[in-house]
């Protein structure tokens, strides 16, 4: 089994004074994959990220890399290929002695790293910028630059600490698919880090949701989207409307939850077993529903539609290609609704409406 | 413009001591202002009085020497200083800095009772170690103001590419401290050959330093001999800077003189 994991942590702490800055976190990641670390500031993630490159000790726990113990393994006997968040270029080296260095310090001889390096400099688009300092260049260069650094000396995995956070928008967007690419062309093992979640789901073939120090969920993008397992990961991934409540009845095809405000609601037992925690009878629990599953209509929705309430429109988000509307169920409770537009909004403030949730889309989150 | 213009002026005022002292050195006469004529007559008593070449050898080599002692105290005090954290480090702090604080004739003056209590009589000796106690302080201002700024990612990024502590110090620590340890040089050579203060406590009868030898021919002689003393010296530099130029570019190590302010 580890022979397939190019990285393993087992039970991985790291505690500075009284701080846990990693609690017992334990990921492998396999062969090719790229894995992104996902949290807010403060979660550990560039910590956990840090440890495997060597520059922090863990207080317990072990890392292994390609199946060999690395724990007490310095930094420069790892082989891994590290980029920073701002760049770390050498700044007395031109480009091309940028990313020989590493091939330098392994004594490889001079004219394959002429050759590697040339091969470097097209991968990343940069051919002719050889003799450019780092002051000479854009971000977007020096960040193309610090990658080839690392790939070049064909580490056992590529580890990147925020990479784009130091880039504008427009640029972070076409930076995103480039480090894509060049990742699926070299097959090389990532970690990558970030508390961007749109860069997450769109780079990742797996997530790893992490908050004070613990991993929250791993799962692919859609799953980690579709099915959030905590409160955390459905409010930190997207948008959710969060409804607090208590289970009071479960069969085999759906679980009665009665909400605080004294609604009831239903959803799908199939979904909740796959999807969600243990669900037990008397749990307090939040149902998360996306806006983008509420379904929002004039009339008086057909009796046999489960979950159907009524309620008035109290805000309006126009967002261009989506609007989003901020309705207030007459009981009390709030819920936002998420539509695409085909033009202008189908709904304006002070709209009577009624709203549909429909149970496969509830999903529950355990509260206690 | 009158931003150039007051540039010029201040430059203007601050070489002026200089221009004259290069002025009066040819003067025919004695020590007057504007000049009667020109002459290179006061250029002569720097051959003939001794005095004068062994004291600037006195001072080129002690300068030298104690420059280079500092360096090798300093650059690695620094680094410890600024990077490591332990008990005690703020004290040291103080204490490689305290030099500073204290009028250089007291430095003077307590050294040369240490030396006489010790037993140590070369002038050579109690010059060097004098030396050093006043030109390390800036060594290690400069060389711990550049450390701090120093980000250190990309040492780490040596690490991480292969190089050990070695190499990375070797490769990317001391290239990129390059600027400072040239403000360092400077900053401790120049206090070293200029001393007064401290050398004239720890000096012997004839083996003596230049800025002192001069100090006697103002009493001794009194003519623009000094002047032409001072002349050498700065023609000496002028050179020096142009050939610094050509060679390597000044604004290259301008750069060292942002680090110190």
């Known amino acids: 089994m580890t022979k397939q994991n190019d990285i393993e942590l087992v039970n991985v702490t790291k505690v500075y004074g009284k701080t846990v800055a990693v609690n017992d976190v334990s990921l492998a990641v396999t062969r090719g994959e790229f894995l992104t670390l996902l949290g807010p500031s403060g979660c550990g993630k560039t910590t956990a990220l840090r440890i495997i490159a060597g520059f922090i000790q863990p207080t317990h726990g072990a890392i292994y890399i390609k199946g060999e113990l690395m724990t007490d393994i310095p930094p420069y006997r790892r082989n891994t290929g590290m980029v920073f968040q701002n760049y770390a270029l050498f700044p007395h080296m031109t480009a091309f002695d940028n990313i020989a260095f590493g091939l330098r310090m392994r004594r490889t001889p001079e004219n394959e790293i002429k050759s590697r390096v040339q091969e470097s400099f097209e991968l990343i688009g940069l051919t002719g910028y050889e003799n450019r300092y780092p002051r000479q260049l854009s971000g977007g260069e020096q960040q193309r630059v610090a990658l080839a650094r690392a790939l070049v ?15 504008d928008l427009k640029l972070r967007q076409k930076m995103r698919l480039e480090i894509k690419r060049i990742q699926e062309k070299t097959k090389i093992t990532t970690i990558y880090v970030t508390h961007d979640q749109e860069e997450a789901l769109v780079m ?53 939850i009665q909400l605080d405000n004294g609604l009831s609601l239903e959803a799908s037992r199939s979904v909740i077993d796959h999807h969600s925690t243990k ?16 379904k929002i209509v004039k009339g008086q929705p057909s009796k046999d539609l489960r979950n159907t309430f009524a309620g008035r429109v109290e805000d309006v988000e126009y967002v261009g290609s989506r609007v989003k509307y901020h309705i207030n169920l007459f009981d009390g409770m709030g819920i936002v609704a998420e539509e695409v537009l085909f033009g202008s909004p189908n709904y304006r403030v002070e709209d009577q409406v009624f709203i549909i949730l429909p149970p496969e889309d509830c999903l529950l989150v355990s509260t206690d | 413009m009158i931003p150039r213009l007051i540039a010029a002026f201040t430059v203007f005022l601050l070489a002026l001591p200089l221009i004259l002292s290069v002025v009066i050195s040819f003067s025919p006469g004695q020590l007057t202002f504007p000049l009667t004529g020109f002459s290179l007559r006061w250029y002569e008593p720097l051959f003939s009085r001794r005095d004068f070449a062994s004291s600037l050898g006195v001072s080129l080599v002690v300068g030298t020497i104690a420059s280079a002692i500092s360096l090798g105290i300093g650059i690695p005090a620094s680094l410890v200083l600024v990077r490591q954290r332990f008990k005690g480090r703020e004290v040291i702090q103080v204490l490689f800095l305290s030099p500073l604080a204290i009028p250089a004739v007291v430095v003077g003056v307590s050294l040369l009772d240490v030396f006489v209590m010790v037993g140590v009589s070369d002038p050579l000796t109690r010059l060097l170690t004098g030396h050093v106690i006043i030109t390390l302080p800036y ?46 040089i400077i900053f401790a050579f120049q206090t070293s050959f200029n001393d007064i203060s401290v050398s004239i406590f720890l000096v012997g009868t004839t083996f003596t330093t230049l800025p002192l030898v001069l100090l006697t021919w103002t009493y001794k002689y009194f003519d623009p001999s000094i002047a032409a003393a001072s002349g050498l010296i700065i023609g000496s530099i002028t050179i020096l800077l142009i050939i610094t130029e050509k060679l390597v570019g000044i604004d290259k190590l301008m750069g060292a003189f942002r680090v110190v302010t």
Do not use: H
């Not at chain 1, 000396?153 to 880039?167: A, G, K, Y």
């Not at chain 1, 997207?238 to 759906?254: W, Y």
């Not at chain 2, 250190?152 to 401290?177: C, H, S, W, Y």
């Open chain 2, 139 to 184: 060594v290690v201002r400069v060389i711990s103001a550049s450390l701090e700024g120093f980000d250190r990612q990309v040492e780490e990024a040596a690490m991480n590419l292969g190089a050990d502590e070695f190499r990375t110090f070797q490769k990317i620590t001391l290239p990129l401290m390059k600027s400072a340890i040239v403000a360092a």
């Open chain 1, 153 to 167: 000396i064909e580490p056992s995995v590529l580890l990147l600490d925020e990479p784009l956070s130091n880039l």
């Open chain 1, 204 to 256: 990742s073939d797996r997530l790893a949701l992490m908050n004070k120090g613990r991993i929250m969920q791993t799962g692919s993008p859609s799953d980690i989207y579709e099915f959030p397992r905590n409160k955390f990961v459905a409010d930190f991934i997207g948008q959710t409307n969060f409804l607090a409540g208590k289970v009071v009845s479960m069969n085999e095809s759906k679980v009665s």
């Open chain 1, 279 to 294: 669900i037990t009878e008397q749990l307090n629990v939040a149902v998360s529903i996306r806006p983008q599953k509420v």
